[in-house]
């Protein structure tokens, strides 16, 4: 079966441009998060969602925004780019308490 | 005050030695708990999952959670150079977002 996949898994921009990130679940998986993974620490909570419905957000600016897809698919948007946004993205897939994540995204800011 | 305590090493250890990794926390409401392994600029992977206190073994490697005072740790046994990693610890209240540590850094010497 296939794991989380995350595209792209390299990206660079320019500030104050959009991006748009993209994960598909494991299959059966309903659940998707977004966290963001800044050089030497931990991942961050951004955004939870659930049978396409918002369950949650972490403190992040209006910038970031998410959506999901009838076949569970995930986007994750930041617009305005900063260059803190520079940071390895995660998407995480549910079924139940545990977490899979996926290989994730490089976005680097300049 | 952080919700999840972890601290970031770095740890050496020789070939076959034992590592030892924990985690405090502040929230006694977390039930479920995980830890990942996550080598370099890739996403982190799922090791250990355990509900609530206990033990937990896989291979020669061992889970502990003491909700009583809000401290899990995971050992490595026979350790080998390619468990050369991070590992973060992870845990949350039911299927929604997680709270990682900051990760530790582990070096296995051959």
């Known amino acids: 079966d296939a794991g989380v996949t995350q595209s792209p898994t390299h990206l660079i921009k320019t500030r104050g441009q959009h991006v748009t990130l993209r994960c598909s679940p494991i299959?059966?998986?309903?659940?998707v998060s977004w966290y963001q993974q800044v050089l030497g620490q931990g991942p961050q909570f951004i955004f939870q969602?659930?049978?396409?419905?918002?369950?949650g957000r972490g403190n992040f600016p209006d910038r970031f925004s998410a959506r999901q897809f009838p076949n569970y698919s995930s986007e994750l948007n930041v617009n305005a780019l900063l260059l803190g946004d520079s940071a390895l993205y995660l998407c995480a897939s549910r079924l139940k308490a545990e977490a899979f994540f996926g290989q994730g995204t490089r976005l680097t800011v300049v | 005050q952080k919700e999840v305590e972890q601290d970031p090493g770095p740890l050496s250890v020789p070939e076959g030695a034992i590592v030892s990794l924990n985690c405090t926390y502040s929230?006694?409401?977390?039930?479920?708990f995980m830890w990942y392994r996550q080598y370099s600029r890739k996403g982190p992977e799922l090791l250990m999952y355990t509900y609530s206190s206990g033990n937990k073994e896989d291979g020669r490697f061992t889970a502990q959670v003491d909700k009583s005072s809000k401290y899990i740790s995971l050992f490595i046994r026979d350790s080998q150079p390619s468990d050369s990693a991070t590992y973060l610890c992870a845990m949350s209240l039911n299927d929604y977002k997680l709270s990682f540590g900051a990760g530790t850094t582990v070096t296995v010497r051959a």
């Open positions: 969602y659930y049978e396409k419905e918002e369950r």
């Open positions: 299959s059966g998986h309903k659940s």
């Open positions: 929230n006694s409401a977390f039930q479920y």
